[in-house]
């Protein structure tokens, strides 16, 4: 018998992501990497370790192999632990039945075996594309404090984007009234992060009787959370105040890499007490050459620049040639940016090669993005909100 | 795959030469290139080379050695049938807390030697920067059916008039004599302080050498053992540079060697990373106004002003309008404001104030002692 938790965090990492087009066709979202050593899941992951929350089990389904091994053993984020650590769960077989993850609320349904091995009081749902730091320990308590069953961690939105979002009305004490995915007439600004404390054994019950409805989807957005709240489950609103950024789309994630740029940042990776753990790669101090200009921008470790790199995320190990020249852009590990090369709004992603005198993206207009180990034939254009991948 | 080589890493010597530096931490833990400390390299070639059980003799001033090295997790040495062993001064030996030299420290950790599995012993100093992989000396001593192989380098810049280690060799290799501290040196072959010997038969020299009242494993039994040969020793050459970190100005010219790419590239050879204690920094972050060139600058950084042929480490800030150049920037530290420093050695954490102007010789680099302010 294991340890009893007070808490586990359950992260849904399984989905394809396919807003992300290129870069999500042969990697889980989770694990696009994000400001320059990161990947995405670092985010969630270190913010549970923060947290105090030791019992991670990661929801994999769409090609986990990376994010696997990426997570290894979870030393990196101290979750390599006696009692606890992180835990890659795909769909498996249990006899006669076992199937793919139909739902999020069915992934969890899936896995109660492993939230139950620690006999938690409670389980926090979190999502596998959102950046932000963020100390779950607070919202738990909010939960303890308010006796909760469930609590919705939100944002306040600017008024013309809450349309965009599921939006939560509340009452003065911040009760949860009243529901609504993307309201064509918002009543509120308050809007759903993603971010979820369940009281367990009401999630637990819940769940088994959403696994009875055929009709559901076995969703938590579109099931679990309506019926619970239909049902006269208390729900409370849990205001979060910090930077938080979906980046689903290439557009959010190009603006979320960007975001790092800004002076002073909206989210601060510097900060000492809240640290964004990432697997180490081993790569020495970055190179810039005599003929390099670098203004504005990130760079890490194990890179060498030689050409002109201004409002950038460059990542590990990435080699920027004499001659080329990079503008607003996100560049992935191990990229070459070779000599005469111009790559302007773009995301370049893992082990990319723009060839000589290839032009990538533009002054104005969408994001344009090479995918994984794309080698580009020289001279060649890739126009704005264009996306070369295999 | 497993090497039948286990490794033992000696810190002991201290040297003036170095000053501050290595006043307030053993050589083996100078930072060296940005993120790294002297001893990652040798650790990480030996975990490159395969080795698994790797011993790590201290003496003096090892807390920064210690708080570097931990449990070995970076290197992979913090496994349950071998891994990293710390092996502090032992109170209460004949020796107190110090060791005469490298034989007094075998003696005094025998035990490690005899509890170790490995059939061969690769015993090095840590106050060297090289490359080496272990399985092809081990491969030159087990093919000349050699006692005992010494590394070696023939390159003319680690030769030191007065100080050092020498030996000659006949033409198949097998080494005539040794010589030590000469006034100019007579031979070409500079002693690396690295060898490679069966452990057992190490075993068996060090009872022996120290019941004859020895103290100094080269300087005293490898002598013997030429006179008596009793044993064969081989020389191996080291193939990459070596860099023999003895004073201030030699600390400050390995660094800077690192500005070249093909230093970078014998010392960073792909599929053997050196690994390091992580401090989990962010990339560095450039300003709008930032300018740098010529430069090797760690994660963590935040680079306001201008850089120019310096080595910035992990977490060192560059304040708007300061002009590093030729300078060695250790962790942590600020250099303030409109700044200015030339050809200076900054400590971990040391700070210059707004304004604040150091400007030294090129050969004479200055060194600001840590968390010292100007």
């Known amino acids: ?390 | 795959m497993k090497t039948d080589i286990v490794g033992l890493i000696y810190t002991g010597d201290q040297n003036e030469r170095l000053r501050e530096l290595a006043r307030i931490r053993s050589v083996a833990a100078l930072p060296m290139l940005g993120r790294y400390r002297l001893i990652d390299f040798l650790l990480s070639n030996m975990v490159n080379s395969g080795m698994h059980n790797v011993g790590v003799i201290l003496q003096r001033n090892y807390q920064s050695l210690l708080d570097q090295i931990g449990s070995g997790r970076e290197w992979n040495l913090h496994g349950k049938r071998a891994g990293l062993t710390l092996l502090p001064p032992f109170a209460g030996s004949d020796h107190g807390s110090n060791y005469e030299g490298l034989l007094d420290a075998l003696k005094s950790n025998l035990s490690f030697l005899r509890r170790s599995t490995e059939r061969y012993i690769a015993v090095c100093d840590a106050n060297m920067l090289y490359s080496i992989d272990f399985i092809d000396l081990l491969k030159q001593h087990l093919d000349k059916n050699a006692d005992l192989t010494m590394v070696y380098t023939k390159q003319r810049d680690v030769r030191r008039n007065g100080s050092g280690r020498y030996f000659g060799l006949d033409n198949d290799g097998w080494i005539t004599r040794l010589e030590f501290d000469p006034v100019i040196p007579r031979y070409e072959n500079t002693y690396i302080g690295a060898f490679i010997v069966r452990r057992e038969m190490l075993i068996d020299m060090v009872d022996r050498a120290t019941s004859q009242g020895m103290h100094h494993f080269t300087r005293e039994l490898l002598v013997r053992i030429l006179q008596d040969k009793t044993y064969k020793l081989a020389g191996y050459e080291l193939p990459g540079r070596v860099w023999y970190i003895d004073s201030v100005e030699a600390y400050y010219n390995a660094n800077m060697d690192a500005l070249n790419v093909r230093v970078r590239q014998d010392l960073f050879k792909p599929n053997r990373p050196v690994w390091t204690k992580l401090l989990d920094g962010m990339p560095t972050r450039y300003a709008s106004n930032a300018k740098a060139i010529n430069s090797l600058i760690a994660d963590g950084c935040i680079i306001e002003g201008t850089v120019e042929n310096s080595i910035v480490f992990r977490g060192a800030k560059i304040g708007p309008g300061a002009v590093v150049r030729g300078s060695i920037v250790m962790q942590d530290v600020v250099i303030g404001r409109d700044a200015e420093i030339e050809n200076c050695i900054f400590d971990k954490g040391s700070l210059v104030r707004d304004g604040g102007r150091l400007i030294a010789p090129r050969e004479y680099p200055i060194v600001v002692g840590k968390n010292l302010t100007i």
């Open chain 1, 1 to 390: 018998m294991l340890q009893k938790k007070q808490c586990v965090a359950m992260l849904l990492a399984g989905g394809q992501g396919s807003r992300l087009g290129v870069l999500t066709r042969r990697t889980a979202k989770p694990a696009i990497p994000f400001g320059g050593k990161y990947r995405i899941i670092d985010f969630p992951v270190s913010n549970c370790t923060n947290s105090g929350i030791d019992v991670v089990g990661v929801l994999t389904q769409y090609r986990p192999l990376e994010l696997n091994a990426y997570l290894g053993s979870g030393a990196p984020w101290d979750l390599d632990v006696n009692n606890g650590g992180v835990f890659v769960l795909p769909p498996y077989s249990t006899g006669k039945d076992g199937q793919w993850y139909l739902g999020t609320a069915n992934s969890i349904y899936q896995n109660m075996e492993f939230i139950e091995q620690y006999d938690p009081d409670y389980v926090l749902v979190l999502s596998g594309d959102h950046i932000y730091k963020m100390d779950y320990s607070n919202m738990l308590n909010y939960h303890i404090e308010n006796e909760a069953d469930v609590t919705i961690a939100v944002r306040e939105v600017p008024w013309e984007e809450a349309s965009r979002f599921g939006i939560m009305n509340t009452d003065k004490q911040g009760v949860i009234t009243e529901f609504e995915e993307k309201p064509e007439k918002p009543k509120s600004n308050k809007a759903s992060m993603g971010v979820y404390v369940f009281t367990w054994p009401k999630l637990r019950e819940y769940l088994i009787s959403d696994e009875r409805d055929p009709n559901s989807s076995k969703d938590f957005g579109k099931n679990i959370i309506p019926t619970m709240l239909n049902s006269g489950e208390k729900m409370v609103a849990y205001t979060f105040d910090g930077y938080w950024k979906d980046v689903g789309t290439i557009e959010s994630l190009w603006e979320s890499n960007m975001d790092l740029l800004k002076d002073p940042p909206p989210i601060d990776l510097h900060d000492d007490t809240w640290r964004i753990y990432a697997r180490n790669v081993g790569l020495p101090p970055h190179y810039v050459g005599r003929t390099a200009v670098v203004e504005n921008s990130l760079v890490a470790e194990g890179c060498s620049i030689f050409g002109e790199v201004k409002g950038s995320v460059i990542s590990g190990g990435v080699l920027v040639e004499e001659g080329a020249e990079l503008i607003d852009c996100v560049v992935m590990p191990d990229a070459v940016i070779k000599k005469g090369a111009r790559v302007e709004r773009a995301i370049i992603a893992e082990g990319a090669v723009i060839t000589e005198d290839a032009v990538v993206g533009e002054a104005t207009g969408n994001i344009a993005v090479v995918g994984k180990n794309i080698v580009l034939e020289k001279g060649q254009k890739v126009l704005a909100g264009e996306q070369v991948g295999q």
